[in-house]
């Protein structure tokens, strides 16, 4: 989970691979309700803390219910569908997108009691080669991810609080005209007065065993239609 919070806070293990068949043109999966994971830092014992994980069924706002993709010949259209948008709440969506051309990582967010909503895309990171091992000079094996690298001119992000919705839409041509898209989603919120507490939910096929990668897992390929 350590490795998991950092690259969050970087950003913003391989992925499950599993045997999903081909898709034209738009793919769409339910998540487990009630899911979200809470983890709590303290700073005891140093020098690096601890931290603690629980599930919080009555946790609405960061629970992904339905992932959505549709590859048409212009965009993709990624929907991520929540228990519960509330306006202006705080709130992160990254969406990862896989293809045979170019990897990328989406993200739209938005600060508590702020409307503004922000989106970034920056090209995955290969977040397996990243050495998180503790060292003498760095004993608990933390880093960072800079971002976003990457400008799109086709890149649209949208909390819609009145549909429980985030909407990401990007151009082909930001991808580079891929035959096919995977798509991989997480959400997340810090709370505490210090930042202390993390809130994090992610998409996963029914049935699969709890992935602790970063960018994954992955659904079908979702071919242009």
Do not use: K
Not at 81 to 91: I, K, N, T, Y
Not at 147 to 176: E, F, K, Y
Not at 199 to 221: F, H, K, L, M, V
């Amino acid at each position: 989970m350590l490795r998991r919070l950092l690259l969050l806070v970087g950003v913003l293990s391989a992925p499950t691979l599993l045997p999903l068949p081909a898709l034209g043109a738009t793919w769409s999966d339910r998540d487990a309700s009630r899911d979200v994971v809470v983890t709590t830092y303290a700073s005891e014992p140093e020098p690096c803390g601890t931290w603690t994980d629980r599930v919080d069924p009555a946790d609405r706002t960061q629970d992904i219910t339905r992932v959505g993709v549709r590859h048409s010949r212009s965009q993709v259209r990624v929907t991520v569908r929540f228990r519960d948008v509330a306006p202006r709440d705080a709130r992160s969506t990254t969406v990862y997108l896989r293809t045979q051309r170019r990897d990328v990582e989406i993200e739209v967010s938005r600060f508590a009691g702020s409307s503004a909503t922000r989106v970034a895309l920056m090209t995955l990171p290969d977040y397996d080669a990243i050495d998180v091992e503790p060292t003498e000079d760095n004993p608990c094996g933390t880093f960072a991810i800079a971002g976003p690298d990457a400008s799109c001119r086709g890149l649209r992000g949208r909390i819609d609080h009145a549909r429980d919705r985030v909407v990401v839409v990007v151009s082909r041509r930001c991808l580079r005209d891929p035959r096919w898209v995977r798509a991989g989603v997480s959400s997340y919120a810090f709370g505490g007065d210090e930042n202390e507490t993390l809130r994090s939910d992610r998409w996963e096929p029914r049935g699969a065993t709890p992935s602790t990668s970063i960018d994954g897992p992955y659904g079908p390929r979702v071919r242009v239609g």
